[in-house]
Nanobody, 117 residues
């Protein structure tokens, strides 16, 4: 069983930066593709970024590519999302997730990111 706990959300002005962190419990962390998905008010969940176990395969949504960076540390069981040049459209609840075999098996509770204009 893997439990995911996010931190690092908050309020920031447009153009600012935030770094989200996700701490995972469990011995099988390295077997998962880790990622972030966000959900804005009144909208469906949207894929943001994902990283494979080795860090060699990384995928970003087009809307965040070049602004966000996902990293993982398998020794510490953590995954982070560095967000730069934030825009009001980035306002959402951000969820850390663990995926294996194409199935989202585990989710964090979410952390709120609010970008003011």
């Amino acid at each position: 069983q893997v439990q995911l706990v996010e931190s690092g959300g908050g309020l920031v002005q447009a153009g600012g930066s935030l770094t989200l962190s996700c701490a995972a419990s469990g011995r099988t962390f390295s077997s998962y593709v880790m990622g972030w998905i966000r959900q804005a008010p009144g909208k469906e969940r949207e894929f943001v970024a994902a990283i494979d176990w080795s860090g060699s395969s990384i995928t970003y949504a087009g809307s965040v590519k070049g602004r966000f960076t996902i990293r993982r540390d398998n020794a510490k069981n953590t995954v982070s999302l560095q967000m730069n040049s934030l825009e009001p459209e980035d306002t959402a609840v951000y969820y850390c997730n663990a995926r294996r075999g194409g199935v989202y098996e585990h989710w964090g509770q979410g952390t709120q990111v609010t970008v003011s204009s």
